[in-house]
């Protein structure tokens, strides 16, 4: 019986180390290859790079091509599209992913503690607290709140929120309790 299979990765087209193994691959994802608009009679190993390329090709823009161009629409709508077009290397630090290990000075930027007034009994108490979270020696001028005796995060701001509590212990227990009973925390 002959099986279909509906997921292909290009990578089991390209392992494929002889002329009746690529063949195989091949006719097991015939259909998707087909509407893909590669499927093809092979008659080298080195065809393998060609089809490979063309299903690419398809997989990436011909398949995305309508929402591909609804996106340059929305863009071309603010003039962005042409900005981009003109200035690719200022905007490239923006929209491209560089492949750059987070040091610790940029970790600290990213944090932007909300403290209460300063010299008043919460301030002095949230200074305890940033200072245990962080380690940091000095605290930035921003402000900081608590509503909970429990630890809480908004992922959307990117932001933490940690309880102010009046010992250690009551602090751990708490910490411990909401990120524990925290749904997906620390999943991947």
Known sequence: SLSVSLSLSPI?????????????VLLKHSSLLQTARCFRHV????????????????????????????????????HFLDALCQHPSVLAPVLCHMDKRLTATELEQLFRPQLSLAGSNRRT?????????????????????QESMYPLANTCAN???????????????NMDFGILNSPGFGSL
């Open 12 to 24: 089991q087209i390209e392992l494929a180390d002889s002329l009746a193994s690529l063949q195989d």
């Open 43 to 78: 008659s080298s190993v080195e065809d393998r790079h060609t089809v490979v390329a063309e299903y690419l090709k398809w997989y990436i823009t011909d398949r995305n091509y309508s929402a591909i161009e609804r996106f340059k629409q929305g863009l071309a709508s603010l």
């Open 125 to 145: 108490t949230e200074n305890l607290v940033f200072m245990f979270s962080t380690g940091l020696k000095s605290i930035p001028p921003a402000g900081m709140t």
């Open 159 to 173: 932001t933490i929120t940690l309880p102010l509590l009046q010992t250690y212990s009551l602090f751990k227990a």
